[in-house]
């Protein structure tokens, strides 16, 4: 405390003439200064800072720098303590929750605080540099950029790739649901978190002046491009009246729909001047009428269609579908031409994906040979190549090794497939059900049909003919003659199967509307010289798996999809 100065006293003799009168008074003086700067005093306390801070323990198994993303998990003093707030930290997974920002680089196994709220840095990896916002990502310590999020990226950004921003947390309960809630029900649209009138006119930082539509979808279909559940009924996304195009039996974890493409809109703007296409704003009303206790439904890919090319740009949202009806609004640049827009095969196209408990399979053998008879050639058929000469390739118990197995030989000069079909080894979706995957192990022994060496890899395969239609899927490559039996377990999909000849579609079909399909194995030359080859099959197992239906897993609804065009006159 400096005295005050009392009056007629000399200069000499007041506190003024002190140089720690005089300190003091510069120290106040530097107080105030920072104080309106808003920067903390010497002796200020961080309380405002600290509020925004926990101490997390990076346990991800590697070096964090400033700014990466943990998850927190269990708190590390047991009990909770208001002002000690220290959790362990790992690397973020589904579902993504609880993500926090190192305040500073951080040691595998040290503790470090990081921002649990507030404003801070982050790393971000842009993808485009209109995202205005970042989400963290299941198996990730760097945020993606997005057109949504849970933190609003606050720095100008003019590239893409992996950079430190300033971002601010968003606080889910207002800026998040309660803001989406109201721009769905004012057919507004979501803009870098700022809510935007498009009834009539438009304006933000892309220049938009004004926007047509909503315009219906008019031509709906499954498109197999994506995913392995095919949607039913597409074409009741036309409108909303709770009738759905619906995707059940959801029941795998990880498990993907076929895209839901609609196309057409059921109206033609007509722009006064030159209207210029900028932004596209489709609207989803979708729901998750399966069973959330143990489950969710996300999107795995919304893409617009132009041209009848689904665009790279996916603007899936993290938000899990709903279980009622509810509009999710997405929104996309676009190059595409007003002509373009107003085409037959402009639209969009909607993959979902389930994400919870698996359904268990029930397993049925088709075909079990531990021991194979000698009269392998009866008990075995259509041993015939459907690529190369029929006359150089053939299947019996001809055996160079006095195995007891079947042999495919194939003969000098002969390069393609040869193909051995098992008696009764069948299975006929449409009246004994349809299944998932085609499950089983086959044991091997490569050895050469002369006594020249096999100069080349050997190819083992499955077969399956339905409809006519040769279908392979290649389990194993063979470079070895050392006569070793070898076991080959496989899981195979309807989708890891490739057409080899005949007039079917490009994949066996398992669902009920698929035909008689007959199950067997085939050998093939991959690469090398013109060689002669023998490989000898054992303890052949085929099994068809099929969901048990003990979990109800999820069911996808999708209730109307409409589009609005934006751009500028």
């Not at 920067?39 to 925004?52: D, F, I, P, Q």
């Not at 605080?113 to 990730?140: K, L, M, R, W």
Request: aromatic share 8%; proline share 4%.
């Amino acid at each position: 405390m400096i005295e005050k100065v009392r009056s007629g006293q000399q200069f000499n003799q007041t506190p003024l003439y002190k140089s720690t009168s005089i300190n003091e008074i510069i120290d106040a003086a530097n107080a105030h200064q920072a104080n309106a700067l808003g920067r903390r005093g010497a002796g200020e306390s961080h309380l405002r800072e600290k509020a925004n801070l926990v101490s997390v323990r990076n346990d991800s198994g590697s070096p964090l720098l400033r700014g990466q993303c943990l998850q927190v998990g269990v708190h590390l003093l047991g009990q909770i303590y208001p002002r000690e707030l220290w959790f362990a930290g790992d690397v973020p997974a589904e579902p993504l929750r609880g993500c926090v920002l190192l305040r500073d680089a951080c040691k595998d196994g040290k503790i470090a605080e990081a921002f649990a709220s507030g404003v801070c840095t982050a790393i971000i990896n842009v993808t485009d540099t209109a995202h205005c916002y970042a989400n963290p990502v299941d198996g990730q310590v760097v945020l993606s950029s997005g057109p949504i999020g849970m933190f609003e990226i606050l720095s100008p950004v003019d590239s893409s790739g992996e950079q430190e921003l300033i971002v601010r947390f968003v606080h889910r309960a207002t800026d998040y649901d309660n803001q989406l809630n109201t721009i769905i029900n004012n057919y507004s649209t979501i803009e870098n978190w700022k809510l935007i009138n498009i009834d009539n006119t438009i304006s933000d930082h892309y220049g938009l002046t004004v926007c047509y539509g909503p315009y219906n979808l008019t031509t709906f279909s499954n498109d197999t491009a994506v995913g392995t559940k095919a949607w039913e009924d597409a074409g009741d996304a036309i409108s909303s009246n709770d009738t759905y195009a619906s995707n059940y039996d959801l029941n795998q974890n990880g498990m993907i729909t076929n895209y839901l493409k609609a196309l057409q809109m059921d109206g033609a703007y007509s722009p006064a001047g030159g209207f210029v296409p900028k932004v596209v704003h489709v609207t989803i009303e979708r729901r998750d009428t399966g069973d959330r206790t143990l489950s969710l439904v996300k999107d795995h890919a919304v893409k617009l269609v132009v041209g009848g090319v689904v665009q790279a740009d996916n603007q899936a949202s993290p938000l899990a579908w709903p279980e009622s009806d509810e509009k999710m609004i997405y929104r996309f640049l676009t190059t595409a031409s007003r002509a373009q827009t107003l085409a037959g095969d402009f639209g969009v196209v909607l993959a979902a994906q389930y994400i919870g408990a698996s359904d268990p399979f029930n397993s049925t053998n088709v075909i079990n040979d531990s021991a194979p008879s000698p009269d392998w050639t009866t008990h075995w058929s259509g041993s015939v190549a459907w690529s190369g000469s029929a006359s150089s390739a053939s299947a019996g118990n001809a055996d160079p090794t006095g195995a007891n197995a079947v042999a495919l030989n194939g003969a000098d000069g002969f390069d393609g497939f040869v193909k051995l079909l098992r008696s009764g080894g069948s299975w006929n979706p449409s009246t004994q059900g349809a299944f998932d995957h085609l499950g089983g192990s086959i044991d091997t022994l490569h050895a050469s049909a002369g006594p020249s060496v096999i100069g080349e890899a050997i190819g083992i395969h499955i077969i399956l003919i339905q409809a006519s239609t040769a279908y392979t899927a290649q389990i194993a490559t063979l470079t070895t003659t050392d006569n070793t039996q070898r076991t080959h377990p496989f899981t195979l999909e309807a989708g890891d199967f490739t057409k080899q000849d005949g007039f079917g579609p490009a994949t066996p079909d398992f669902t009920a509307a698929g035909g008689l399909i007959n199950m067997g194995m085939a050998t093939s030359k991959v690469g090398g010289t013109a060689t002669s080859w023998a490989v000898n099959f054992d303890n052949v197992v085929f099994n068809v798996n099929q969901a048990s239906g003990t979990v109800a897993g999820g069911e996808a609804a999708v209730d109307h999809i409409q589009i609005r065009i934006c751009g500028t006159t």
